[in-house]
């Protein structure tokens, strides 16, 4: 059986570039999205632990739909 490898849920490569294009560091973003820097790392990690209403925050703050940070 042939098993693909998981791909990464978030777009972390679209928060990175939006945060480069800015000239925001990570704790300026978080600031600006209104979560931790524990929350935007989690994220950035794509660990699975993270709360969805945070990744709906950080697609707001970027002025996107949540469905453009999300790989389906």
Avoid: E, W
């Avoid at 990570?26 to 935007?40: D, E, H, N, W």
Wanted: proline share 1%; with cysteine.
């Amino acid at each position: 059986m042939n098993k693909k490898a998981p791909k990464n849920r978030v777009k972390v490569d679209k928060i990175i570039k939006y945060m480069q294009d800015n000239k925001l560091s990570k704790t300026q973003f978080a600031k600006m999205c209104g979560i931790s820097i524990y929350a935007l790392n989690t994220i950035l990690d794509d660990n699975k632990n993270y709360l969805a209403f945070k990744l709906a925050k950080v697609a707001q703050a970027m002025h996107i739909k949540l469905d453009g940070l999300i790989n389906f």
